[in-house]
């Protein structure tokens, strides 16, 4: 429940001094009805790249005066809290808001701006009402963000579930993932479930702990707690044709083996769980501590230590920063440099008053969350898109995407104007967009330009017992660390699966993965995936939290569907699914991540296993609700 304003009026005024103004002008508008708020000249036009969507001072003033003036009636009774928006105001503010009509996009907004614990995505079934008599029960597969969520929406449903989770805590990547520094690169107010907000987050960007602690929270308060079997991994399921279950085998950290029987299994093992060591001639040669980022060894003291960081990617943009302060020496192995998106509060706590109006200005917290997701919508992606007749290159795949790569480059030129020697190791040469943008607070470069800190661009040849050669040259090491990333390309595995007929999905797959919405594989009737093949997000609003959610309520249509007719099993057909993969692999291939021959792992050996190349309302309809001719129930 939303707390009722007290405070007096220089109170307030203080507290708006730290609202993000265009969600606070989105935020009058709603509570007012009044949409004169929303003037052309008030709107943001530099959500991308500045703060404050680039509004000028006199304009936040101005915004705060109408946001003061709105508060200062509610306080004192003279307006109510309206009701969610109607589909009407709904289009004009997020129009005005994102610049184009948002029409298309109304039925994912209104699940959006709804009141303080509404929760709209929920099931409108149980399964006492639709299969009271039928034994039906679902082994969930890990208990990160995904498996968490898909047991509240079963239990929600009265399924019942149980959630094996090989780890000895809930999080999954956040419970692993411990190397100094780590931290979301999705804004915090996205980075939870929708219907489960955190009004208190105290970053901008949380660090790994905060999030962990949002998890286990969760966790405890739906009552998950009790239904996880943790310390238990899954090593394999087998579908059984005649009796049509699925025969899940488990083992634990002691070794105890069991085989557990169930209806349908929803494996949410994520696409970022197995840590990826280079193929590097000696690597085990080393003598000194050497272990990968998502595998921190905490027992090992960086302090006064030589220490060589194998890789510049997400892990290592966080982490490097971090240790240059403890080393004694820092040697950082580049294979390509990323593009940094400027985020000058990446690391920045979320002000006092911005969290006041989180837990006191009703509808805030949601207008905010989807001023974040708003460039996701419209503006990000379409950067991406390549256009045959611009033409494209490894300079940039469109004019929208050779302005992206102008500002970008601006910013780090900036950067760079006392180091005039690290730009060409530091610039891309290939389009933004073909590898993971990073956040960029101005830290990464200023640590590169460190004296105690080499970049080594040459190829790594070969590992000895006392360091690394690169080039013509041996940096000596006392430890090595691999940010070198993940088999994200290698879903589901270790574990076996075998569908109908005894196929393993693995030899059908044959290393190129697909899945119907990322979701369902002919042949694996009452399988389903969660952040399955192709639906990582590149641009697109939201954050995996929000894809899960869409992929969730997908799983919990298909099993309604089930129940409802009385069958055993569900299946996609192969026709519906691979038309559908061919659908996406043309959409990655004409992505920059798909255009580029730069290497990574958006897109390997021509490619995408893992990204969705089109728009987050495009994967919300299609998610909405299972088409039943898309499947054989049996």
């Given amino acids: 429940m939303r707390t009722p304003i007290t405070a007096d009026d ?52 101005r915004a705060r005066d109408l946001a003061f003036a709105a508060l200062v009636r509610l ?3 003279e307006i109510d809290v309206p009701p969610p928006p109607d589909p009407e105001t709904l289009r004009a503010i997020t129009s005005w808001a994102i610049g184009s009509d948002t029409a298309d996009l109304l039925p994912l907004l209104a699940e959006e701006i709804v009141p303080a614990g509404a929760d709209p995505k929920a099931p409108r079934w149980t399964k006492a009402d639709l299969a009271p008599t039928t034994d039906f029960g679902v082994v969930i597969v890990g208990a990160g963000f995904s498996g968490l969520l898909a047991g509240h929406r079963l239990a929600q449903a009265g399924v019942p579930f149980v959630i094996y989770e090989k780890n000895p805590d809930v999080g999954g990547t956040w419970f692993e993932n411990t190397y100094p520094g780590c931290r979301v690169d999705v804004a915090s107010h996205l980075y939870n479930y929708s219907f489960a907000p955190k009004l208190d987050w105290p970053d901008h960007f949380c660090v790994q702990e905060v999030v962990l602690d949002y998890l286990r929270s969760f966790a405890e308060e739906s009552g998950l707690t009790d239904a996880i079997r943790f310390g238990a991994e899954v090593t394999g399921m087998a579908w059984d044709d005649t009796e049509s279950v699925w025969r899940v085998s ?83 192995f580049q294979r390509n440099p990323p593009w940094l998106r400027p985020t000058p509060h990446y690391r920045d706590p979320v002000p006092d008053g911005a969290r006041w ?63 005039p020697d690290l730009r060409e190791q530091v610039i891309p040469r290939y389009p933004v967009g073909a590898k993971r943008v990073l956040r960029d607070d101005g830290r990464w470069l200023a640590t590169l330009k460190r004296d105690d800190v080499e970049l ?21 090491a006392d430890v090595v660390i691999y940010a070198t990333g993940f088999e994200a390309s290698k879903f589901l595995a270790p574990m076996t699966v075998t569908g109908r007929g005894g196929v393993d999905l693995h030899g059908m797959w044959n290393g190129v993965p697909h899945a119907y919405l990322g979701v ?115």
Avoid at 374 to 392: F, K, N, S, T
Avoid at 456 to 474: M, S
């Fill in 456 to 476: 080594v661009t040459a190829p790594i040849e070969r590992i000895t017992e006392t360091g690394i050669v690169a080039g013509d040259r041996e940096f000596p």
């Fill in 250 to 332: 488990t083992r634990t950290t002691d070794g105890a083996m069991e085989t557990v029987v169930c209806q349908a299994v929803v494996t949410a093992v994520g696409q970022l769980n197995r840590p990826r060591l280079p193929e590097i001639s000696g690597r085990d040669s080393f003598t000194g501590p050497a272990f990968h980022s998502a595998a921190w060894d905490h027992s090992v003291d960086l302090a006064g230590k030589r220490v060589a960081v194998v890789g510049t990617g997400a892990s290592a943009f966080q982490l490097i920063p971090e240790i240059a302060d403890v080393a004694s020496e820092l040697t950082v």
């Fill in 75 to 77: 306080r004192d009774g």
């Fill in 520 to 634: 369902t594989i002919p042949g694996f009737p009452n399988l389903f995936c969660l952040y399955g093949p192709n639906t990582n997000l590149v641009g697109q609003g939201g954050s995996i939290v929000y894809f899960s959610e869409c992929a969730v309520t997908y799983v919990l249509d298909a099993l309604r569907l089930l129940l409802a007719t009385g069958k055993r099993a569900i299946e996609v057909r192969k026709d519906v699914h691979d038309d559908y993969s061919a659908w996406v692999d043309q959409g990655n291939r004409t992505r920059a991540w798909g255009f580029s021959t730069v290497t990574g792992w958006y897109s390997e050996g021509g490619h995408s296993a893992p990204n969705w190349p089109y728009s987050t309302d495009e994967y919300w309809r299609r998610t909405h609700r299972v088409d039943p001719t898309d499947y054989l129930i049996t």
């Fill in 10 to 61: 220089d109170a307030l005024r203080a507290y708006l001094a730290d609202a993000e103004v265009p969600a606070l002008l989105m935020t009058v508008a709603h509570l007012t009805g009044d949409l004169s708020a929303l003037r052309a000249d008030q709107r943001a036009a530099g959500w991308l790249f500045q703060p404050q969507g680039g509004l000028t001072e006199r304009q936040q003033e």
């Fill in 357 to 419: 109006l989180f837990e006191h200005v009703p509808y805030y917290a949601r207008w905010h969350r989807f001023w974040l997701f708003a460039p996701g919508l419209r503006g990000i992606l379409e950067g991406w898109i390549v256009d045959p007749d611009y033409p494209p290159t490894e300079r940039a795949v469109s004019a929208l995407n050779d302005r992206l790569r102008s500002a970008l480059l601006a910013s780090m030129e900036a950067q760079l104007a006392d180091a």
